[in-house]
């Protein structure tokens, strides 16, 4: 439940970035492992997700993390 959230949250993020196109493969790719996991993935897709999508999620979570502890320091 948790990694759906938070794939949905980093999604939605990265579409609003404009990282992710909606109707994109990758977009595609994003929505299967947030419904189904990565085990679904062809090896194609896998390697998308592995190569271009981790670390979009990474930075994404990484900037989200960073907001939160500076909104605490304030």
């Known amino acids: 439940m948790m990694r759906r959230m938070f794939l949905t949250a980093a999604l939605d993020r990265l579409i609003e970035e404009g990282e992710i196109r909606r109707r994109s493969n990758a977009f595609r790719v994003m929505k ?32 989200e993390s960073r907001a939160i502890n500076a909104s605490h320091a304030a």
């Open 32 to 63: 299967l492992v947030i419904e189904n996991g990565v085990t679904v993935l062809n090896e194609n897709q896998r390697n998308l997700y592995e190569e271009e999508l981790i670390p979009k999620i990474e930075r994404v979570a990484l900037h």
